[in-house]
């Protein structure tokens, strides 16, 4: 027997059990930005969850649609389409990392955490703190006209 045309792990589920536990895993990666599950599981889930960012990056109606049908839940679509997404515009690929951690207590599983390549949790991207800055250091012609008046006086 061979094993040519076969994609992906049973994981010993049917299909639809297989399914579910994917974009439960997807869906979960999304809402805690890292899990740890089982090395096998996570080397399923990863290009999943990079398929549904490549549509969520495109974000129109469409693309978000097939993000809501890939998760369980409509607001960790949602935060994908509109929080995750954009932050991951600069990257083409490779949104996700693998880490191998220890094993498992019970069976000598060995686990693995799945997260993002790059840090989501600034909540002010670097271009809008530089002219913030930059705004601030140059007061305007009208602060400067408001002085010269206060001065005469």
């Known amino acids: 027997m061979h094993r040519h045309g076969y994609k992906g792990k049973k994981f010993n ?47 129109d109606l469409h693309n978000r649609r097939q993000v809501i049908a890939g998760l369980q839940t ?7 389409v509109d929080q995750i997404a954009p932050k991951l515009t600069n990257r083409s690929s490779g949104h996700l990392r693998i880490e191998k951690t220890s094993t498992r207590r019970g069976d000598n599983s060995q686990m693995a955490r799945i997260s993002f390549v790059d840090n989501l949790s600034d909540t002010v991207p670097a271009t809008s703190q530089k002219t913030t800055k930059t705004s601030e250091a140059k007061p305007s012609k009208l602060d400067n006209q408001s002085t010269k008046e206060e001065a005469s006086k």
């Open 74 to 80: 409509i607001s960790s679509a949602h935060k994908l």
């Open 13 to 59: 589920r049917e299909r639809d059990q297989r399914q579910a536990l994917i974009s439960g895993l997807a869906d979960s990666l999304i809402k805690y930005e890292t899990i740890e599950t089982t090395l096998p599981k996570s080397k399923e889930v990863v290009p999943y969850v990079e398929k549904l960012i490549t549509k969520a990056k495109k974000g």
